[in-house]
């Protein structure tokens, strides 16, 4: 249990001179005082310097945050200094309340219904009317989480298509030709997110269908349980009557035989009912080896589309968002450095913008190229992407291997053997340096950042479809990093 919850428990009294009438504004304002004179400066004004009091009643102090990382961040590191601070100014039973505000005068953003139970200080709901609760109350009942929407899903040319189908979906749960629903990806590319997002809009548009999110490990783990305890019916009796079914990861119920046979029985009677139902897999159904091929069968009987690793272009406009939701005025060179350093996993790149959120807030150092390097050098070592190094190792390699003057690659030539070195020693300064475009531009000639983003599509569109081009592209990558070691 948190000190913020035994004040507010255990200390009923109020000391003298506290006055229930002070402002919001006042009191945050001595609070400040108080906790910038226990946190490092860096820290207080990543953290702290964009809250906003909002109103005060009853010894409760109401503010607006940033986003969900701000609380969580500040429950973890500076929960004793905050409860300090509140009994320093508050007195006896004071209490904090926090809530997302959107920026710009903007409606906030929704987010869940509560901040984890281990937690004591609470996030306020962004809205008292009526449709949002009825919305929090049948998203909870569903097992969603509303941060998952379509609005703050990057869209690009990799995932367009599953998102229309996916949105589709949402708008006219069983009344569309997609039934089922089967979105299929690696890793971390966003096919939860998708999924969630189906169930979000659904309820939105009607928040009494019965909406239900599982993963396909919880469904066989729900489902061995209620054979334990004697009650496959009532197991069988819930799934088969849901209006949206919602089943992540279909892939574990490969080599589970009798959950694969509960699921196909459901399956069938969702889908006789005209009931959508909704998938997400790591591979199409087709190469699920150990699945029942009649279930197999089934989930080909309405649209299969596949989720591949985002674009240059998506994983800079991710980086951005992510940065933005954080409050946080990110460099361009930094954006291009991890969307550059991170290619096939969405997650990955949200977990950059938090570790080196954390990195900053912990060293006290300003977020720039050298603090990214630095902090995210671990996440990176031995991905096989991303190795910091010159770009003038890569030009001189580049120009050795097709027997080329290096200053060749500068030069305002456009002679075709030199103007396709100059580009994959571009590419290659893109992935391996952590330079901006920008800065890569200045190091071949002056060139702007649209010439070397130019250049890297044009590598990457040989290296999808010519074999002998990507062996050669390798062999250099290779021997770049050899030389660096």
């Not at 940033?66 to 973890?76: H, K, M, S, Y």
């Not at 989930?299 to 800079?316: A, H, K, S, Y």
């Not at 959120?357 to 060293?363: G, H, K």
Request: with cysteine; charged share 25%.
């Amino acid at each position: 249990m948190s000190n913020l919850h035994q004040v507010k428990r255990s200390l009923l009294t109020r000391p003298a001179g506290t006055d229930n009438n002070e402002t919001a504004v006042e009191l945050w304002t001595r609070i400040c005082e108080l906790l910038s004179a226990s946190i490092p400066e860096k820290a207080f004004r990543t953290w702290f310097s964009p809250i906003q009091p909002l109103h005060y009643h009853e010894r409760e102090l109401h503010v607006g945050i940033p986003t969900r990382f701000f609380f969580e961040w500040i429950e973890g590191h500076y929960a004793s200094e905050v409860d300090h601070a509140l009994l320093s100014t508050i007195g006896e039973g004071a209490s904090l309340r926090y809530s997302i505000q959107a920026k710009h005068g903007d409606r906030p953003r929704s987010e869940p219904s509560a901040f984890p139970e281990a937690s004591d200080a609470v996030l306020l709901a962004e809205s008292d009317s009526e449709p949002a609760e009825q919305l929090q109350h049948a998203a909870t009942a569903a097992g969603l989480n509303l941060r998952y929407t379509f609005d703050n899903f990057i869209e690009g040319p990799p995932n367009r298509f599953a998102r229309a189908a996916a949105y589709a979906v949402a708008r006219q749960p069983g009344k569309t030709a997609y039934n089922p629903l089967l979105l299929y990806g690696g890793v971390g590319l966003g096919k939860t997110h998708l999924l969630q997002a189906i169930g979000r809009e659904a309820l939105t548009q009607n928040p009494r269908l019965k909406v239900r999110f599982i993963s396909s490990e919880r469904f066989t783990q729900d489902f061995v349980e209620a054979i334990r305890n004697n009650r496959a019916d009532e197991f069988s009796a819930r799934w088969r009557s849901v209006d949206l079914l919602l089943l992540d990861d279909v892939q574990f119920l490969v080599g589970r035989d009798r959950t694969q046979m509960e699921f196909f029985h459901t399956f069938n009677t969702l889908h006789q009912s005209g009931k959508q139902i909704v998938l997400t897999s790591d591979k199409p159904p087709r190469e699920l080896r150990g699945l029942d091929e009649r279930l197999v069968s089934r989930m080909g009987w309405g649209l299969v589309c596949d989720i591949g690793p985002p674009d240059f272009e998506t994983r800079l406009a991710i980086v951005m968002r992510f940065a933005a939701e954080e409050n946080v005025d990110l460099d361009s060179d930094v954006a291009y450095y991890i969307a550059s350093s991170i290619e096939n996993n969405v997650r990955e790149l949200q977990g950059a913008i938090v570790r080196l959120l954390a990195f900053s807030s912990l060293t006290a150092s300003d977020i720039t190229m050298q603090t990214a390097q630095h902090a995210l050098q671990d996440l990176l070592r031995g991905r096989g992407s991303v190795k910091l190094v010159g770009v003038d190792t890569i030009q001189s390699l580049v120009a050795e291997h097709f027997d080329l003057s290096v200053d060749l690659l500068s030069a305002r030539t456009r002679v075709q053997p030199v103007a396709k070195a100059r580009m994959i020693a571009m590419a290659l300064s893109v992935k391996m340096t952590g330079l901006s475009l920008k800065q890569v531009g200045n190091h071949f000639g002056g060139r702007d950042h649209t010439t070397v983003l130019h250049a890297k599509n044009k590598i990457d569109e040989w290296l999808a479809t010519d074999s002998d081009f990507a062996q050669i592209f390798q062999q250099l990558e290779h021997a770049i990093r050899s030389r660096t070691l």
